[in-house]
């Protein structure tokens, strides 16, 4: 049972995507209990509409071929992490085939799952929108009802001082965020 009640829960708060990994592996262990996390997600109809692919640093070639999905700004830094991975989103329903309009919303919160478990385990999780989807498509053989949703890298902080100076700046950067009266309103019709 959680205690606190008023502040954020540190495996929230504490969340970050830095751009500097450490060595050391996840154990296969943690990768499972991260992915379970993912899977007790909610979602509509609990359709599940989440896939995740991955692979880690030990099996290069598998490691390598998820790299190269990656744009170059991307690839630079994401290469030193020990785990990474692709979501994928399923489009249509299985109970009568016609679109999920929550399929993407689903995927990502099952992501949100994931990064809460992997903070609250000392893991950093680094998202990226910044990989082509087709040659994801292509490489991994995905069918067309599943979407390339984002791709993620997952590890353990490293040092900032082994980045190059404009990395350690935007991995150092202040986290900014909107203020909350612009995030939540009251309902209202004459404004939005
Ligand atoms: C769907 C998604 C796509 C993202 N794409 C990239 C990306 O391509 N490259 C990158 O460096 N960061 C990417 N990010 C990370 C965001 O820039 C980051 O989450 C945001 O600036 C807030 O910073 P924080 O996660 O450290 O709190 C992405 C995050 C999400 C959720």
Redesign the pocket.
């Known amino acids: 049972m959680i205690k606190k009640k008023s502040v954020v829960q540190t495996f929230i708060s504490e969340?970050?995507?830095p751009?500097t990994f450490s060595d050391k592996v996840i154990s296969k262990e943690d990768i499972r209990l991260l992915f379970e996390a993912a899977r007790l997600a909610p979602s509509a109809f609990n359709e599940q509409p989440w896939k995740f692919v991955y692979a880690v640093k030990d099996k290069p070639s598998e490691f390598n071929l998820l790299l190269s999905f990656l744009?170059e700004?991307?690839r630079i830094w994401a290469k030193n992490a020990p785990f990474i991975g692709i979501s994928l989103a399923k489009l249509n329903f299985d109970r009568n085939n016609k679109p999920n309009r929550f399929a993407l919303h689903d995927v990502g919160l099952a992501m949100g799952g994931l990064l809460a478990q992997a903070t609250s385990m000392g893991l950093k999780v680094?998202?990226?929108?910044?990989f082509s989807a087709g040659a994801a498509r292509e490489g991994l053989g995905i069918p067309d009802d599943y979407e390339p949703v984002?791709m993620f890298v997952i590890g353990y902080y490293g040092n900032p001082d082994d980045l190059s100076d404009d990395l350690r700046k935007r991995d150092q950067a202040e986290?900014k965020r909107k203020p909350l009266s612009e995030v939540a309103t009251r309902a209202s019709t004459d404004k939005f």
């Open positions: 969340r970050f995507s751009l744009v700004g991307n680094h998202q990226m929108g910044g984002a986290r």
